[in-house]
């Protein structure tokens, strides 16, 4: 299976502090992607890394990516009470179909 | 304006029955999708369409039949409804197949009594 998996499952941290997620995949992939998804709400694209990428900033996001690894970081620094979602990694496949895999995502609470 | 927009956004329905779920992007788009999420989260593709052609068909019974009228429109038609098709279902698009960014809409939870 291709499917990626977010580690950890969930996340609570004070307002204020750094929030970091993992995914891990398993196939060689074109590029990787980041989803948040508010309660009730669609998911919303964050951020996408392409495979010969190893870095990439947006706002408060950064964004890693190790391909010897098959594994990607999200960091939200100084986290708000309005990041409060769930965190989804998505990637494609190199050598296959033209879908992204989901893997379960990170449920982020920020306490005030 | 919205960019993906689903109707209806509730869907609460007795087994057996047949449904439909129907979803616009303004974007211009060229490929729709459809994706289930499960009770735990789990998103998993169903269906793609780019330009009014099925691409990708993921398994998915033969209950469930795509519609893409034009390259705006991707609808879903759900025969003789199960309990374990609720769920709630996500219309998404992108400029391209797959490899760019996607954009979804808030999602029809279906339940099914």
């Known amino acids: 299976s291709q499917q990626g998996e977010e580690d950890p499952q969930a996340l609570s941290i004070q307002e204020g502090e750094n929030a970091t997620m993992n995914c891990s995949y398993k196939t060689s992939i074109n590029n990787l992607q980041w989803y948040r998804q508010n309660s009730g709400r669609g998911l919303v694209h964050l951020i996408l890394i392409r495979s010969n990428e190893r870095e990439k900033h947006s706002g408060r996001l950064r964004v890693t990516l190790d391909t010897s690894k098959k594994s990607s970081s999200l960091l939200i620094t100084a986290s708000r009470a309005a990041d409060t979602a769930s965190y989804f990694c998505a990637t494609d496949w190199a050598q296959g179909a033209q879908k992204l895999v989901f893997g379960q995502g990170t449920r982020l609470t920020i306490n005030p | 304006d919205t960019a993906v927009s689903q109707t209806p956004k509730y869907l609460v329905t007795q087994m057996g029955n047949d449904k439909s779920i129907k979803c616009e992007q303004n974007?211009?788009?060229?490929?729709m999708y459809w994706y289930k999420q499960d009770s735990k989260k789990f998103l998993k593709i169903m269906f793609s369409?780019?330009?009014?052609?099925?691409?990708i068909n993921e398994t998915v019974p033969n209950r469930f039949s795509p519609k893409s009228p034009d390259k705006a429109h991707l609808n879903l038609h759900i025969n003789s409804l199960e309990l374990g098709d609720s769920a709630v279902y996500f219309c998404?698009?992108?400029?391209?197949?797959?490899?760019?960014?996607?954009?979804f809409g808030d999602g029809t939870r279906l339940s099914i009594l």
């Open positions: 998404a698009s992108s400029l391209r197949e797959a490899q760019g960014p996607q954009h």
């Open positions: 369409y780019n330009n009014k052609e099925l691409i």
């Open positions: 974007l211009g788009h060229d490929t």
